[in-house]
């Protein structure tokens, strides 16, 4: 623990020589402005051990918030309040006022908020700052080069990929990014965020009809065979499974799970497929398939066909192939059971 505080104390003394902050009463222009210390009540229980910059630049920044006072200064000080916490949000929401208000470019704001959100890039207001000005320039130019370059340094941050989805959406920018998905996957095939994209992609910009669908089962198929226990594949597989209307497609996505499970008896992600694309096809035959499981994947005996089915699909995968969900598989043998008594 003191070597922890010694650490706070000289992160705290390079923060304070780093900016080499000067007091306020020694800038020109602050003379006017009464700081307004924060009230921590009468008997704050823990307070807080700000650092003293900190203390008098916030002092002065709830004085200029108490008279909500758009001005050059107050522009500048909300820049240094977000350079000692990116995450005060009130800071950012001032900002915009004041970049607002005095009519400056927000072109300009956008490349300074970029060199801020490279040294935050999971910080919530930063994004919401740059959405918030996109929206007010109607520009989104440098959004999907931005995002890209967020995705290059961490290919899951959440933030990027959904500013991304927002941009493509609201100015109709849909154009290359199937392909941009598509390039991502070849580098990281269980890139999950690339998988979610893509499906997103394709199922908003257009509803999708059977031949997109038929091609994005081929596609999550030709991944799967290169990586079978990739889960992102699956997950992308089954999306398109619960969408699927021709009876043909059941087909493709059986003789792929057979296949797989020819090598691989206890992919519970195969086997997981497989009963969802027999509930899909919703006949008596093959619902009753559904709680049943392929005679190659019993025990590990490999067969050259699945045309004979041995018993308790769901219970395979709640006491060998996916035992961490024992009562969810078994929660939806009983169900199937049901669906296929009063199946026609």
């Known amino acids: 623990l003191l070597s922890l505080l010694a650490m706070e104390e000289e992160d705290r003394d390079s923060l304070e020589e780093e900016h080499e902050f000067v007091p306020f009463r020694e800038r ?33 920044f709830r004085a200029l918030l108490s008279k ?14 977000i350079g000692l916490n990116a995450a005060n949000y009130t800071a950012w929401q001032f900002r915009r006022a004041c970049l607002y208000a005095l009519n400056k470019d927000l072109h300009e704001e956008l490349k300074w908020a970029s060199q801020i959100g490279k040294e ?7 994004w919401h700052h ?3 000005l996109v929206e007010k320039t109607r520009d989104p130019a440098q959004e999907l080069s931005f995002c890209a370059e967020m995705v290059e340094e961490d290919s899951k941050n959440y933030h990027a990929w959904s500013h991304r989805q927002w941009i493509v959406k609201e100015f109709d920018l849909w154009s290359g990014e199937v392909d941009y998905t598509e390039t991502l996957l070849e580098k990281d095939l269980r890139n999950n965020s690339a998988w979610n994209h893509r499906f997103y992609v394709l199922t ?7 031949a997109v669908r038929k091609a994005e089962i081929a596609f999550a198929s030709r991944y799967i065979q290169r990586a079978p226990n990739n889960e992102s594949a699956w997950n ?35 086997l997981s497929v497989l009963v969802d694309s027999f509930e899909g096809e919703h006949t008596k035959l093959s619902l009753e398939k559904a709680v049943e499981v392929p005679s190659s994947s019993v025990g590990g005996v490999r067969a050259h066909s699945c045309v004979k089915w041995n018993p308790q699909i769901c219970t395979h995968m709640a006491e060998r192939a996916d035992v961490m969900r024992a009562k969810y598989w078994n929660h939806r043998r009983q169900n199937l059971e049901e669906k296929a008594r009063v199946a026609p």
Not at 31 to 56: L, M, N, R, S, W
């Open 68 to 81: 909500d006072e758009r001005s050059e200064r107050g522009l500048a000080l909300s820049e240094e309040v």
């Open 236 to 270: 992308y597989l089954k999306g398109w499974v619960r969408m699927a209307e021709s009876p043909r497609s059941y087909d493709t996505i059986q003789e792929l799970c057979n296949g797989v499970l020819q090598e691989y008896p206890d992919c519970r992600f195969a």
């Open 120 to 126: 935050n890039p999971k910080n919530y207001q930063i």
């Open 204 to 210: 908003h910009q257009y509803p999708p009809d059977e």
């Open 28 to 60: 020109s222009g602050w003379e006017d402005v009464v700081p307004v210390p924060q009230d921590d009540g009468p008997t704050p229980v823990v307070p807080i051990a700000y650092p003293p910059h900190f203390v008098e630049v916030m002092d002065y």
């Open 130 to 132: 740059r959405r918030a």
